[in-house]
């Protein structure tokens, strides 16, 4: 069966640090990828979603960056912290081509920018 | 573009009380249809989905949502609450390039 892992559960930065990210899929070959931030009140923004390796697609323009180094593995990064990225990070993937599936959840990481 | 509008920001029903969840989209094509439901601080989990063939379906716990593409609605319903129900609530639709949007959610409270 597949499986996600995202980590750190909990991180507190200071503002103008950098961030990594890491989520990594078991269990399936190429599949999607995708980051989702969920500021308080605000939803679930997709901030970037992949197809297969160094193919990232970003939807907002932003402090963030991601990268895909790996078919299995989708990293999240900041050079630079802002107030304003703290919020909870939802990392998921789908069958590629398969739009009928629906997209599986880790756990999120909750991070505080201070 | 697609996008997928909750209107309500929250809810609150007793518990026995029907439910009804709104969800309005905006996409070009035939929409694929999905609810999630969140737990404080937890992933998300899947409740239903809609891709084709009857409009009407049955997800996990009870719910159920019925897609009608004349409203552009894809609403979620639930009999009769448990306070176990209390979550925030998702709706998100997919495009073909395989692009998940979600809406900014509704979060739901249930009274005893």
């Known amino acids: 069966s597949q499986t996600i892992h995202q980590w750190p559960a909990t991180l507190v930065q200071p503002v103008g640090s950098p961030l990594s990210l890491e989520c990594t899929v078991e269990?399936?070959?190429?599949?999607?990828l995708y980051w989702y931030r969920q500021a308080a009140g605000r939803g679930l923004q997709l901030l970037f979603y992949?197809?297969?390796?160094?193919?990232i697609s970003s939807e907002v323009p932003q402090n963030l960056s991601a990268s895909r180094p790996q078919d299995r593995q989708f990293i999240l990064s900041s050079k630079k912290l802002l107030l304003s990225d703290s919020g909870f990070y939802l990392c998921?993937?789908?069958?590629?081509?398969?739009?009928?599936?629906?997209?599986?959840f880790g756990q999120g990481t909750r991070l505080t920018v201070v | 573009a697609q996008s997928v509008t909750q209107p309500d920001i929250h809810i609150t029903v007793s518990e026995g009380a029907s439910l009804e969840l709104r969800c309005n989209y905006s996409?070009?094509?035939?929409?694929?249809l999905f609810w999630y439901v969140q737990s404080p601080g937890q992933g998300l989990q899947l409740l239903l989905k809609y891709f084709s063939g009857d409009t009407l379906v049955q997800g996990i716990k009870g719910f159920e949502a019925e897609f009608k593409r004349s409203q552009s609605s894809f609403n979620l319903r639930k009999p009769s609450v448990h306070w176990s129900d209390a979550a925030e609530y998702f709706c998100?639709?997919?495009?073909?390039?395989?692009?998940?949007?979600f809406g900014t959610g509704t979060r739901l409270a249930v009274r005893p």
């Open positions: 269990g399936t070959s190429n599949p999607n």
């Open positions: 998100a639709l997919k495009s073909s390039g395989d692009k998940l949007t």
């Open positions: 992949s197809v297969g390796i160094g193919q």
């Open positions: 998921a993937w789908s069958f590629l081509d398969r739009v009928d599936t629906e997209a599986f």
């Open positions: 996409y070009g094509a035939t929409p694929y």
